[in-house]
């Protein structure tokens, strides 16, 4: 056999459970701004489903390569996706958001006006 497996970099493991975490809303917790709670249902379901399939990751939005913000149209309005990383307790900043054992994601929904 040759060559080595390198291990992922931090980069890249933060963007994998980014990503995963976004398509999912499994492994942690997800919060809607005032202005989207008050969206009509269907309105709200499918922005919902527009940052689960969002994947318009550039170095114009992304420049750390995480995925960890986005921007979603739906009927002319715009609305942009962010996730931070806390501690478990969720009393300070994740130590290390490549690390889920250490970090509690949450992923925030705004309308582009609440930004």
Same mark, same amino acid.
Request: no cysteine.
């Given at each position: ?36 709670? +008050? ?9 919902? $489903?527009?940052? %689960? ?5 550039? *170095? @114009? ?15 002319? +309005? ?9 501690? $478990?307790?969720? %009393? ?5 958001? *490549? @690390? ?16």
């Amino acid at each position: 056999m040759s060559g080595t497996t390198s291990a992922p970099t931090k980069t890249h493991r933060i963007r994998l459970l980014n990503d995963n975490f976004r398509s999912t809303f499994v492994g942690g917790q997800v919060v809607m701004t005032a202005g989207v709670n +008050e969206l009509p249902l269907d309105l709200k379901a499918r922005l919902l $489903l527009a940052v %689960q399939r969002f994947d318009a990751f550039d *170095a @114009d939005n992304d420049p750390h390569q995480e995925h960890d913000f986005g921007s979603v149209e739906i009927d002319g +309005e715009s609305y942009f996706f962010k996730v931070d990383y806390y501690s $478990l307790d969720m %009393q300070t900043g994740s130590e290390d958001p *490549a @690390d889920p054992e250490t970090t509690t994601r949450v992923l925030t929904i705004m309308r582009a006006d609440e930004y």
